[in-house]
Nanobody, 124 residues
């Protein structure tokens, strides 16, 4: 059983930056692929970024490519998402997730464990 706890959300102005963190505990999270998703009010949860167990391979949604960076620290069991040039339409609850597969995944159904989410609000 893997527990995930996100932090780092808050209010940011349009064009600003934010770094989200996700602390993993329990299980063998070091061998899991990890991802970030977000869910805006009234919308489905959508893929943002994913990273392989080693951190070598990453994948991004087109909407964040060039502005987002996913990274992980397997020594300290941490996952990060750096977001730059943020837009008001990116206001959402951001979730980190862990997949038993060590490889990058985009589908929600491929992730077994989820955090509770952290609210990110981008003001215009």
């Amino acid at each position: 059983q893997v527990q995930l706890v996100e932090s780092g959300g808050g209010l940011v102005q349009a064009g600003g930056s934010l770094r989200l963190s996700c602390a993993a505990s329990g299980g063998t999270s070091k061998s899991y692929g990890m991802g970030w998703f977000r869910q805006a009010p009234g919308k489905e949860r959508e893929f943002v970024a994913a990273i392989s167990w080693s951190g070598v391979t990453t994948d991004y949604a087109d909407s964040v490519k060039g502005r987002g960076t996913i990274s992980r620290d397997n020594v300290n069991n941490m996952l990060y998402l750096q977001m730059n040039s943020m837009k008001p339409e990116e206001t959402a609850v951001y979730y980190c997730a862990a997949s038993a597969s060590g490889y990058i995944k985009r589908r929600r159904g491929d992730y077994r464990y989820w955090g509770q989410g952290t609210q990110v609000t981008v003001s215009s």
